[in-house]
């Protein structure tokens, strides 16, 4: 169960960003789930006439063609979109949200985790607060520069990996309580062929504009 009295959502932008820089110093960059990762939650936000509409998705890792589990909440609209504070818009939402789910191992959070400027983005936010395993994937580069091997690098550090699918590219990077190797490699596991999102993404985009 979140917490959220003890994690107070800031409502500035001054407050985000010291919350960031405390967030920060929490995301633990390696494995730490002791369990086969089987339930791949995907979630995501809309915005329709001044609400956010925020779905999640859980499937199998093994079954791509089943949903689980899904929830889906709605909510005011509080904070304008400011580049690298998207915890201002959706990190209320998304939490709210997932703690209607039963179970799920990892999340997969639309947006960037350590792929920020501040190391603590969206799904670093998410994933600490909640105490889960999180992936950021963010389909635009908001820092740092892609290396001919396809690695972000920021300051002489890596902090990201790029996909290109369909002529597309997608931004990964660690959100907490998992390595970018494994990050990655559970992207390319939930994506289907052919498609650009990984699958329980996909559908929470989806489904978050229905």
């Given at each position: 169960?979140?917490?959220?009295?003890?994690?107070?959502?800031?409502?500035?932008?001054?407050?985000?960003?010291?919350?960031?820089?405390?967030?920060?110093?929490?995301?633990?960059?390696?494995?730490?789930?002791?369990?086969?990762?089987?339930?791949?939650?995907?979630?995501?936000?809309?915005?329709?006439?001044?609400?956010?509409?925020?779905?999640?998705?859980?499937?199998?890792?093994?079954d791509l063609s089943i949903v689980v589990e899904q929830a889906a909440t709605k909510s005011e609209i509080k904070n304008p979109y400011i580049p690298?504070?998207?915890?201002?818009?959706?990190?209320?939402?998304?939490?709210?949200?997932?703690?209607?789910?039963?179970?799920?191992?990892?999340?997969?959070?639309?947006?960037?985790?350590?792929?920020?400027?501040?190391?603590?983005?969206?799904?670093?936010?998410?994933?600490?607060?909640?105490?889960?395993?999180?992936?950021?994937?963010?389909?635009?580069?908001?820092?740092?520069?892609?290396?001919?091997?396809?690695?972000?690098?920021?300051?002489?550090?890596?902090?990201?990996?790029?996909?290109?699918?369909?002529?597309?590219?997608?931004?990964?990077?660690?959100?907490?309580?998992?390595?970018?190797?494994?990050?990655?490699?559970?992207?390319?596991?939930?994506?289907?062929?052919?498609?650009?999102?990984?699958e329980p993404l996909r559908l929470a985009d989806t489904y978050s504009k229905l």
């Amino acid at each position: 169960m979140i917490d959220y009295n003890r994690n107070r959502l800031p409502t500035t932008p001054a407050a985000a960003i010291r919350q960031q820089k405390q967030i920060a110093k929490k995301v633990i960059a390696t494995d730490e789930y002791d369990k086969v990762i089987k339930l791949v939650c995907g979630v995501d936000v809309s915005y329709r006439n001044g609400i956010a509409h925020c779905s999640a998705v859980v499937m199998n890792i093994d079954d791509l063609s089943i949903v689980v589990e899904q929830a889906a909440t709605k909510s005011e609209i509080k904070n304008p979109y400011i580049p690298g504070l998207f915890i201002l818009r959706e990190a209320g939402p998304i939490l709210h949200t997932i703690r209607r789910l039963k179970c799920y191992d990892i999340l997969l959070v639309d947006g960037n985790g350590l792929l920020h400027p501040r190391r603590c983005g969206l799904a670093c936010h998410i994933g600490v607060i909640a105490d889960k395993p999180a992936i950021g994937v963010a389909k635009s580069l908001l820092c740092g520069s892609v290396r001919d091997d396809n690695y972000v690098e920021l300051e002489g550090e890596i902090i990201g990996y790029r996909i290109a699918k369909a002529h597309k590219s997608l931004y990964v990077s660690i959100g907490h309580k998992v390595s970018l190797n494994s990050a990655v490699s559970t992207i390319e596991r939930v994506t289907k062929k052919g498609e650009w999102l990984p699958e329980p993404l996909r559908l929470a985009d989806t489904y978050s504009k229905l």
